[in-house]
Antibody, heavy 116, light 107 residues
Framework: EVQLVQSGAEVKKPGESLKISCKGSGYSFTSYWIGWVRQMPGKGLEWMGIIYPGDSDTRYSPSFQGQVTISADKSISTAYLQWSSLKASDTAMYYC?????????WGQGTLVTVSS | EIVLTQSPGTLSLSPGERATLSCRASQSVSSSYLAWYQQKPGQAPRLLIYGASSRATGIPDRFSGSGSGTDFTLTISRLEPEDFAVYYCQQYGSSHTFGQGTKLEIK
């Protein structure tokens, strides 16, 4: 069974750093792109970027380039999304998803709350 | 960047009726690389349609997708109570972008 399991909810202060994770199982982790999607409270889906764990080829949305870093450790089948300095506007639900001509499997989401 | 515009913003229909949702792209979507998702409150999105018209695994045949170029449509032939949700289109022919969503609500 294909599964993407994300790390738990986070509460952080502005200016702090954060790295959230997405662990894949039940399939060849290195053979599919993994994307990250932001959903701000009450809003729609925003594509942030995508990584191919096989060779760490990474693409970013222009809106998120330079704001976040996407990485992967194929030895433990895990993708990451990280911030070096959080802002209140980063408060959102973040989803990882496997890309297979569409995002066919999704993680359960990680809620990130940034508040002073 | 390709911008996707979904219409209407909200669609109010009754169970048993037919729903037609539109997704228009600011430029042609190559090879019909367009997908549709359903999202219910508190849940992750679910893939319904990929390649503009192919149903994802386990998706009932009342869901169908059509279109090419810049105009795409998701049709739900006969609405069931569980179909009331928010629907998003996504293009993956030139990077990736999502539409802003259509909320399908019970009339």
């Amino acid at each position: 069974e294909v599964q993407l399991v994300q790390s738990g909810a986070e509460v952080k202060k502005p200016g702090e750093s954060l790295k959230i994770s997405c662990k894949g199982s039940g399939y060849s982790f290195t053979s599919y792109w993994i994307g990250w999607v932001r959903q701000m409270p009450g809003k729609g889906l925003e594509w942030m970027g995508i990584i191919y764990p096989g060779d760490s080829d990474t693409r970013y949305s222009p809106s998120f380039q330079g704001q976040v870093t996407i990485s992967a450790d194929k030895s433990i089948s895990t993708a990451y999304l990280q911030w070096s300095s959080l802002k209140a506007s980063d408060t959102a639900m973040y989803y990882c998803a496997r890309f297979n001509w569409g995002f066919d499997y999704w993680g359960q989401g990680t809620l990130v709350t940034v508040s002073s | 960047e390709i911008v996707l515009t979904q219409s209407p913003g909200t669609l109010s229909l009754s169970p048993g009726e037919r729903a037609t949702l539109s997704c228009r792209a600011s430029q042609s979507v190559s090879s019909s690389y367009l997908a549709w998702y359903q999202q219910k409150p508190g849940q992750a999105p679910r893939l319904l349609i990929y390649g503009a018209s192919s149903r994802a695994t386990g998706i009932p045949d009342r869901f169908s997708g059509s279109g090419s170029g810049t105009d795409f449509t998701l049709t739900i032939s006969r609405l069931e109570p569980e179909d009331f949700a928010v629907y998003y289109c996504q293009q993956y022919g030139s990077s990736h972008t999502f539409g802003q969503g259509t909320k399908l609500e019970i009339k």
